[in-house]
């Protein structure tokens, strides 16, 4: 169950927990995420291989993968979301599968007691992954609004134990003192514990990402390369540059399906 995005950087997932990328447009954020999408497919718990859930307000590659996941293994997209509407449809359904799990798995204090999802025998890994969460709540009414918000910062808090993780795709990490469509409050940003800041950033963008740090940045040149930080694992941000994808656009699908494949065995 290990993340792995080069030989040397690595994690296991949910420990720890919730994934936040930043990085301007074309800095490689979706390239990615895509490749991510491989190793969250082979993620296992005692119940099967990990569900993805996938918000794409761009309706663009995020969106063909999840429908092709779908697919394949449901006969039918049920875990898209694209719209305001839909984006908080689908992130209902999450919180409500959270719940469900603390209250069937988490009940009984004497069998319970520091016991993680790892340790339920049907527990099936979570991932969420959210595309342009500011462009997502600045086009929604306040009510909409307002309502993914809610079900984001629930999230956010409570889903590592129950083995239910969110990967958030930002152009821009900035820090608002409320929920609102400027960016993410800080005590959001802090529950992401692996951050990945693609291609050169500003100054005050790694700033907010980061935190104050005293790590040296080089300028990064590269499209998919950037600088990461692992809670526990790499405390200030380290170079790295991402695996290549397959240039080839069907290489890459038939990878997808072979790892979906693995995910349903």
């Not at 447009?25 to 005692?46: A, E, F, P, W």
């Not at 319970?112 to 595309?131: C, E, H, Q, R, Y």
């Not at 656009?249 to 399906?257: K, N, P, T, V």
Request: aromatic share 8%.
């Amino acid at each position: 169950n290990t993340i792995r995005l080069t030989k040397k950087i690595s994690w296991k997932f949910s420990k720890p927990c919730h994934t936040l990328i930043c990085g301007s447009t074309s800095s490689g954020k979706t390239y990615l995420v895509s490749m991510l999408i491989l190793d969250y497919l082979r993620i296992k718990g005692k119940g099967g291989g990990c569900d993805i859930y996938v918000c794409d307000p761009k309706s663009a590659d995020l969106a063909i993968i999840c429908r092709r996941i779908d697919l394949k293994k449901y006969g039918k997209v049920q875990n898209l979301a694209v719209s305001d509407n839909e984006i908080a449809r689908l992130l209902r359904e999450v919180n409500d599968e959270m719940e469900r799990r603390y209250s069937e798995w988490f009940t009984d204090d004497e069998h319970s007691f520091g016991k993680t999802w790892t340790d339920i025998d049907n527990a099936k890994p979570l991932v969420v992954i959210i595309d342009e969460f500011s462009a997502v709540l600045s086009v929604a009414n306040p009510k909409v609004a307002k309502e993914i918000t809610g079900y984001f910062n629930n999230l956010l808090l409570k889903g590592r134990m129950v083995g239910i993780e969110i990967v958030l795709i930002m152009q821009r990490p900035d820090i608002s003192s409320s929920n609102s469509n400027n960016g993410l409050t800080g005590h959001q940003r802090d529950q992401f514990n692996i951050r990945i800041a693609m291609s050169d950033m500003t100054t005050d963008g790694r700033r907010m990402l980061f935190g104050n740090t005293d790590a040296e940045f080089q300028s990064v040149k590269e499209i998919g390369a950037g600088y990461i930080m692992i809670h526990g694992k790499h405390e200030k941000p380290v170079y790295f540059e991402a695996p290549l994808l397959p240039q080839n656009r069907g290489d890459y699908l038939e990878c997808l399906d072979r790892a979906i494949l693995e995910n349903m065995s």
